[in-house]
């Protein structure tokens, strides 16, 4: 069973006091192990179709090349590469994949492309801006 307390949750004490509850009723014949860690919201479906339906897309339109390379290339230039090899040749490859970055991680992460793309003349308009 797990339990997510939001800071901002207005039925926090609610599901506070329904875990409390919960624990209470284990039965006492067994061990139990309790683990409490930190939620991390990860990143949205919005943040997502933003990532690959506005700053890949147009990167892809301005560069021809195509939205997957774009996105290798900018997690590898973001958190850094390592070499693989195989059957004898290298290849490099992102250190750090997308799809566990927290809401906030793929706010970061975002930023890093709308500036390296800027750097290079292509403007990738904000969440939600008007394009």
Same mark, same amino acid.
């Given at each position: 069973?797990?339990?997510?307390?939001?800071?901002?949750?207005?039925?926090?004490?609610?599901?506070?006091?329904?875990?409390?509850?919960? &624990?209470? /009723?284990? @039965?006492?014949?067994?061990?139990? *192990?309790?683990?409490?860690?930190?939620? *991390?919201? *990860?990143?949205?479906?919005?943040?997502?179709?933003?990532?690959? $339906?506005?700053?890949?897309?147009?990167?892809? /339109?301005?560069? $021809?090349?195509?939205?997957?390379?774009? !996105?290798?290339?900018?997690? $590898?230039? !973001?958190? #850094?590469?390592?070499?693989?090899?195989?059957? #004898?040749?290298?290849?490099?490859?992102?250190?750090? *994949?997308?799809? /566990? &970055?927290?809401?906030?991680?793929?706010?970061? !992460?975002?930023?890093?492309?709308?500036?390296?793309?800027?750097?290079? #003349?292509?403007?990738? @308009?904000?969440? $939600?801006?008007?394009?």
């Amino acid at each position: 069973m797990s339990f997510i307390l939001r800071h901002s949750d207005p039925s926090r004490e609610r599901i506070l006091e329904n875990a409390c509850a919960f &624990l209470r /009723k284990l @039965p006492p014949s067994k061990s139990w *192990r309790i683990d409490v860690v930190e939620h *991390r919201e *990860r990143r949205s479906d919005a943040q997502n179709r933003y990532l690959w $339906g506005v700053a890949y897309a147009e990167l892809a /339109k301005t560069t $021809g090349q195509e939205a997957e390379d774009w !996105h290798e290339y900018f997690l $590898g230039e !973001h958190y #850094g590469w390592e070499t693989v090899e195989l059957m #004898g040749r290298r290849k490099l490859r992102p250190i750090r *994949r997308s799809s /566990k &970055l927290s809401k906030a991680e793929f706010a970061e !992460h975002v930023a890093f492309i709308q500036m390296r793309a800027a750097e290079h #003349g292509i403007y990738i @308009p904000d969440p $939600g801006e008007s394009q």
